[in-house]
């Protein structure tokens, strides 16, 4: 049997990639954030999610599931919250309008699974009620757990004013 030229790039591609990524996993156990959270036992942060493109979106609701696993490894009780603003408003509920379900159907989906896990571990969710009506989403169609508000800059500013720490998600 004769291996194609093709065949072997992406073999020897394959083969770098993961010989680069081995130094990174063997020493994963040894990473911490020890010095950032010192004497920190309990966290208060709020994500302010802007994304216009629902895979990215996805990737980092991923990413946020991803903070709370590590700050229990840390050690630190984790108290999340979640603001969608602007055009994520779109990706978040069970209605998109056809253009949106059309190109992005998939990640539609992944978007409601990873919205559920994350209301699962006790993360909370509000939604700009200016930004709804503005790109025509109806309240009563947002995915469950996810709760309108007045505006989301007024809960930005009001968990910040209560101690959150802002992550922004743009």
Not at 16 to 32: D, G, Q
Not at 47 to 75: C, F, Q, W
């Amino acid at each position: 049997m004769s291996l194609s030229s093709p065949f072997i790039k992406v073999l020897s591609t394959l083969l770098l990639s993961t010989f680069w990524l081995l130094p990174a996993t063997a020493h994963s156990a040894e990473l911490n954030n020890q010095a950032a959270l010192k004497g920190i036992t309990e966290i208060h942060t709020l994500y302010d999610i802007r994304k216009s493109h629902p895979k990215v979106m996805l990737a980092y609701l991923k990413g946020i599931e991803t903070n709370y696993e590590n700050l229990l490894k840390e050690n630190v009780k984790p108290n999340l919250r979640i603001i969608f603003i602007s055009s994520a408003v779109k990706f978040i509920t069970t209605k998109p309008s056809e253009t949106v379900e059309m190109e992005h159907g998939e990640a539609l989906k992944g978007i409601a699974i990873q919205i559920q896990r994350l209301i699962d571990i006790g993360v909370k969710m509000e939604v700009c009620a200016a930004a709804t009506a503005y790109f025509k989403v109806d309240n009563a169609t947002l995915l469950p757990g996810i709760k309108p508000v007045r505006s989301g800059f007024i809960s930005v500013m009001g968990w910040q004013a209560q101690g959150y720490s802002l992550v922004p998600v743009y």
